[in-house]
């Protein structure tokens, strides 16, 4: 079992930066891919990036390549998401995720562990 925190989220400016926290509970986080996902109102789901096991391999959506980083301290059993050049339309519920086989994924079904979510508003 896997509990997570996500924290860091609130209102900034567009053009703005901000980092994002998932703290995870449990002595085996360093054994999982980790996931960030986001989702507007009205809208699906979004996968936007996902670390590896040891934190060497990263994979990001198009969208947020060059302006989002996601990263990982096994040692603070904590992923991290930084967000810079901030967007309004980057408003949404931002939710950290984990997935058993310490992989990275785009899917959403494949990630076991979800937290709360932390919301992020962009403003114009």
């Not at 980057?90 to 992989?103: H, L, W």
Request: charged residues 15%; proline residues 3%; hydrophobic residues 30%.
């Amino acid at each position: 079992q896997v509990q997570l925190v996500e924290s860091g989220g609130g209102l900034v400016q567009a053009g703005g930066s901000l980092r994002l926290s998932c703290a995870a509970s449990g002595r085996t986080f360093s054994s999982y891919g980790m996931g960030w996902f986001r989702q507007a109102p009205g809208k699906e789901r979004e996968f936007l990036a996902a670390i590896n096991q040891n934190g060497i391999t990263t994979k990001y959506i198009a969208s947020v390549k060059g302006r989002f980083t996601i990263s990982r301290d096994n040692g603070k059993n904590t992923v991290y998401l930084q967000m810079n050049s901030l967007k309004p339309e980057d408003t949404a519920v931002y939710y950290c995720a984990a997935e058993p086989r310490g992989i990275t994924t785009p899917i959403a079904h494949g990630y076991d562990y979800w937290g709360q979510g932390t919301q992020v508003t962009g403003s114009s």
